[in-house]
């Protein structure tokens, strides 16, 4: 009989706690859905984490029950259906009803003004009436989240006053929970180093950001143990990792795998025709930059065009992690446009060759089909012809043929070397007394050696100086000579700016003279260092003896009052280096003939 009444009993409670479990109010926190792109998956799944965090904290755990994703989704069918019911639905009490909640609520994220704007919504599924609802807007999600925190409590706390009755309990004290003493735990915590390959991924740590790591790379505080991670970078799959954090410094790097393909397109010219101008590549209407494209999988439309060659288009399609090469060589063709060309040289028209990019292609006069781009030259020279080809029509050009000379003879890049000899007549100022002049003749021999217009040689003055008697400072000659001796080693420089006419320069020593005194001592009047400036006129500069007439000025820096003018004349030949001569006679020829 005991046994019996013990089995009862144990039959009554399960009764009651069957009873009391199907009396539980379900409460239902769908996905929450972005109206406008504005946040990421991860994101959306932390905001729905969240409210449902709020729901479970609001309500009483006896009386209320919070359904998981798992039973909402096996009550939808699939995750695919859940999230699509989630995403369309137009009544959420009847999205209630289908997965027999009494009690449903969704978040939904918009944009408003610029900034993210959430609004919440909380139904009866069974009356179909909205028990609360909040909106609030913030710039960024992590005011938004503490602003959650703040409104989210209020709106479940509807559902308890929807529902104030209470169930009736035994009167008295019962169940006594006695405090024990107890010591506070605190886990531990690392540093981790996150990376990604490749890096810039966004995060989040068991499914919430964090401010100190939001991209790759970075470093964060962890807790000891295992940690979810998401990482999330465009172009590439999510990542979703979990890892063990069991020291400080520790490394920790995601691979991400690409979602996308890669169209590779590399410029190519026909013989370099057009090289200097730009290929236009565009993809679905959009510019980008020849070489490696990376491209989300998927269909494209791909136009390329150049100022100097047809357009070309294609389709293509892209998969993930696939490469798609495109060979521009075999399909570029040249623009082209008809040229008549014709040359004229004195007025009268000439026959020369003509070349395009450098191949021969006939004579003048010229017709035929050129390349838009192409480099157009005449004549065995080769003279650039300047003429603007058009796009599938015929263009008329006249070349006038230059009529100087192309080649810079080889007569003038050659040395050249010259003798002079000649007379002068050395003109003294202010050499022996400021009151007293002189002159006197001298014999004049040089060698030059010259190149284009430039020239450098040695030449010596030799001869004597009359003196007059008494121009000796601070006494008489003896016997007051008539002449004295003149000696002077010169090097020299000379421009030409024309051929007949010179500038030159140069430095030297003199020997001017000396003369015996009354003591029967010979003295000289000056020996020291000149400078001489001149000027010079050649006659018939294009025969090989040409006569000159040339003017210095001689300077002794160690002795002021001592100066003195030359005037030259003579006869001089130029001479061209033996190994040049054959050169320059075949460079006239060629000039004379008009050959270029």
């Known amino acids: 009989m005991k046994i019996t009444n013990k089995i009862l009993f144990a039959l009554l409670l399960l009764a ?32 729905t984490g969240k409210l449902r965090e709020i ?20 009550r939808l069918g699939s995750q695919e259906r859940a999230e699509k019911e989630c995403r369309e639905a137009s009544c959420l009490a009847e999205l209630g009803r289908k997965i027999s909640a009494d009690y449903i609520a969704q ?15 909380l139904y009866n599924s069974k009356s179909g009436n909205l028990v609360s609802t909040f909106n609030e807007a913030s710039k960024d999600l992590f005011t938004l989240v503490r602003l959650l925190d703040d409104k989210a409590p209020d709106l479940f706390r509807k559902i308890l006053r929807e529902n104030k009755a209470q169930p009736s309990v035994a009167s008295g004290i019962r169940d006594l929970e006695k405090a024990v ?23 989040s740590f068991d499914g919430e950001p964090n401010e100190r790591c939001p991209k790759t790379p970075c470093k964060v505080e962890l807790a000891e143990g295992r940690v979810r991670i998401l990482a999330s970078l465009e172009q590439y799959e999510r990542a979703d990792t979990t890892i063990s954090i069991t020291r400080n410094e520790q490394d920790v790097v995601i691979k991400l795998k690409p979602n996308f393909g890669i169209l590779e397109i590399k410029p190519v010219y026909s013989g370099g025709i057009g090289r200097d101008r730009q290929w236009n590549l565009l993809v679905n209407d959009k510019y980008y930059s020849l070489g490696e494209i990376r491209l989300s999988p998927g269909s494209y439309d791909i136009k390329l065009n ?58 003048t006069p010229f017709s035929g089909t050129v390349p838009l781009c192409s480099e157009i030259e ?29 080649y810079i003879y080889e007569e003038d890049k050659a040395w050249k070397y010259s003798i002079s000899l000649g007379l002068g007549v050395p003109m003294m100022m202010n050499s022996i007394n400021t009151i007293y002049k ?4 001298l014999l004049y021999a040089d060698i030059e050696f010259s190149r284009s217009n430039i020239s450098i040689g040695a030449n010596l003055d030799l001869g004597f100086l009359g003196i007059e008697s008494g121009a000796v400072r601070g006494g008489r000659a003896i016997n007051d000579p008539d002449f004295t001796l003149f000696l002077k080693p010169n090097f020299f420089a000379k421009l030409y700016p024309v051929d007949f006419w010179y500038l030159s320069g140069g430095l ?37 003896i040409n006569p000159f007439l040339e003017a210095q000025y001689n300077m002794l820096p160690f002795n002021r009052d001592a100066r003195y003018l030359s005037i030259n004349i003579g006869l001089k030949t130029m001479r061209v280096y033996a190994d040049w001569e054959k050169r320059a006679e075949e460079n006239m020829k060629r000039y004379k003939e008009n050959r270029y």
């Open 306 to 363: 150049h100022e100097c060659y047809e357009n070309i288009g294609f389709k293509v399609g892209i998969n993930k992690s696939s490469r798609e090469v495109f060979d521009m060589d075999k399909h570029i063709v040249l623009k082209k446009g008809g040229l008549v060309l014709s040359a004229k040289k004195d007025g009268k028209p000439v026959s020369e060759p003509v070349f395009v990019n450098g191949k021969p292609v006939g004579e």
């Open 107 to 121: 978040g939904r994220i918009g944009r408003f003004g610029g900034m993210l704007a959430l609004k919440v919504e």
């Open 508 to 544: 030297g020593f003199g020997f001017y003279g000396g003369y015996t005194d009354y003591d029967g001592q010979t003295r000289m009047y000056t020996n020291a260092p000149v400078f001489s400036i001149g000027t010079g006129l050649v006659f018939f500069p294009s025969s090989e």
């Open 16 to 47: 009651f706690a069957a009873h009391s479990q199907s009396q539980q109010i379900r409460v239902a926190v769908m996905a929450t859905v972005d109206d406008a792109d504005s946040i990421q998956y991860m994101e959306l799944n932390f905001l």
């Open 378 to 406: 005449i004549g065995s020279g080769k003279e650039k012809v300047d003429v603007k080809l058009k796009y599938k029509d015929k263009v008329k050009h006249i070349h006038t043929m230059r009529t100087s000379p192309k």
């Open 55 to 74: 729901a479970g904290n609001t309500l009483p755990e006896r009386q209320y029950g919070i359904m998981t994703q798992e039973s909402i989704v096996d």
């Open 438 to 441: 002189s002159e006197g003749f």
């Open 181 to 203: 003493d107890y010591e506070l735990g605190y886990g531990k915590y690392y540093i981790a180093n996150i990376a990604t390959e490749p890096q810039g991924a966004v995060l």
